[in-house]
């Protein structure tokens, strides 16, 4: 079975410090990875995504995400948390063949001064 | 929220009404889907369509509608039969390139209410 798991609903870190978010995934064949951020009453923007090449993604807002294989994890960073980073943020994934995306729950992150 | 509309942003319902949310893409996507989002949940897949004249059912699609007669648009019917209709909705479009599903970009959604 395909599936994305953000195994933290909440995630809390003092602004200027690293953030970590985490995201694991279970689905057969190469994935295409993507993480998205969520503002209140907003739609998704889309951050950054790995299909193949360098493990280190770099995208949007000074983030980047690490691929990890053997791990099948697809963790997002910032070296530096800033206040405006404070959203939900979430985790996706596509197979081969497959026709859609599959989401996981989503990562509240709060950043506090 | 790049090139996609939804229209309207907030929209009230009165119990046994229809009621049909409006999603607009300009990039040119082959592909389109409708979410549900409920406070503190994730994202949950009601229809989708890869072409124009065909769509699928998602994990939620009892309650719901759609067409897909031009590329460009792919509205969503909510209707009487979906008892607890009260949620954000999210229109997402995206292009298919070698066998997956590229990037999916959102509108900025629309809030339907139950009165």
């Known amino acids: 079975a395909q599936s994305v798991a953000q195994p933290e609903d909440q995630v809390n870190v003092a602004e200027g410090n690293p953030l970590t978010v985490k995201c694991t995934y279970s689905v057969s064949g190469n994935p295409y990875l993507f993480w998205y951020v969520q503002y209140p009453n907003r739609g998704l923007q889309f951050l950054l995504k790995?299909?193949?090449?360098?493990?280190l993604v770099k995208g949007s807002y000074g983030f980047e995400a690490e691929f990890n294989k053997s791990q099948t994890s697809f963790h997002l960073k910032k070296p530096s948390a800033l206040v405006s980073d404070s959203a939900l943020y979430f985790c996706a994934v596509n197979g081969y063949n497959f026709n859609k995306f599959y989401f996981g729950s989503g990562t509240k992150l709060n950043v506090k001064p | 929220d790049g090139g996609i509309t939804q229209s309207p942003k907030y929209l009230f319902r009165k119990e046994g009404q229809n009621v049909t949310l409006s999603c607009e893409q300009n990039?040119?996507?082959?592909?389109m889907y409708w979410y549900r989002q409920d406070p503190g949940q994730g994202l949950r897949l009601i229809y989708y369509?890869?072409?124009?004249?065909?769509?699928q059912k998602g994990d939620i699609a009892e309650g719901y509608s759609v067409s897909r007669e031009k590329k460009e648009s792919f509205p969503l019917t909510v209707t009487s039969a979906q008892k607890n209709p009260t949620a954000f909705y999210l229109c997402?479009?995206?292009?298919?390139?070698?066998?997956?599903?590229?990037?999916?970009?959102f509108g900025p959604g629309t809030r339907l209410t139950v009165l």
């Open positions: 990039l040119n996507h082959d592909a």
């Open positions: 369509s890869q072409i124009v004249n065909d769509f």
């Open positions: 790995y299909i193949t090449g360098d493990n």
């Open positions: 997402a479009s995206s292009i298919k390139t070698s066998g997956h599903t590229d990037t999916q970009y």
